[in-house]
């Protein structure tokens, strides 16, 4: 085994352990807001670590830019769907996305 | 067996945690869970491409990234308007 393989399955089993930690997250949560937090978590750590691993592999070919294009929207575009899922679960549970006037500052 | 064959299978292990919210948690969790399972989705086909050494495979993640994305504000514009 040579330190690029090493490596490669460091980062892999890191990455694949902090999706597992963003499951459990949401799985053991309350609320949906803390849920969305795991969520949203799952598009950053993770991904990035299983990318790296997978660029180590096969560098800047046709196969390491899908895979950076794949991610990258996800890491991108992820924060507007939980800011909608956010903004929904608002509307659900308070009827609208407005401070209530307990959680307007003084 | 290639490391990323084993990590495919860690991630399809981490969708295990997400269908007990499917199946008791309420609707908006659900949506929730369903857009960590399209990044899982995204992950898993992006190690199994690798694992496979089919590079037409890879074409396959950024269609699950999208999709996931565009399925996730249709829920969430569903969910806010109608529930």
Redesign the interface.
């Known amino acids: 085994m040579t330190t690029q ?1 090493l490596l ?2 460091v980062l ?2 890191v ?2 352990a902090a ?2 930690l ?3 997250g ?3 949560m309350h609320s ?1 807001f803390d ?2 937090h ?2 949203a978590a ?2 950053t750590v ?2 990035f670590l ?2 790296a ?2 660029l180590i ?2 560098g800047l070919t ?2 390491g830019l ?2 950076i ?3 990258g ?2 890491f991108l ?2 924060p ?3 800011n ?2 956010a ?3 608002r ?2 549970d308070y009827g609208g996305v407005d401070a209530l006037p307990e959680e307007k500052g003084s | 067996m290639t490391a990323f064959m084993w990590a495919s299978f860690g991630l399809i292990a981490c969708f295990v945690p997400l269908v007990f919210v499917l199946l008791f948690g309420r609707e908006i969790d659900g949506v929730v869970a369903l857009e960590l399972c399209g990044t899982l989705t995204t992950l898993v086909l992006i190690c199994l491409a690798q694992a496979f050494g089919r590079t037409a495979y890879f074409t396959l993640p950024v269609i699950s990234a999208t999709t996931t994305v565009v399925g996730g504000l249709v829920f969430a514009r569903f969910f806010g308007r109608v529930l």
């Open positions: 393989d490669v399955d892999l089993a990455g694949v999706q597992l963003c499951s459990i949401v799985a053991v949906v849920r969305l795991y969520a799952a598009t993770g991904p299983i990318l691993a997978l592999r096969v046709t196969q899908e895979a294009a794949a991610i929207v996800l575009a992820n507007l769907v939980v909608a899922t903004r929904a679960a509307r659900m």
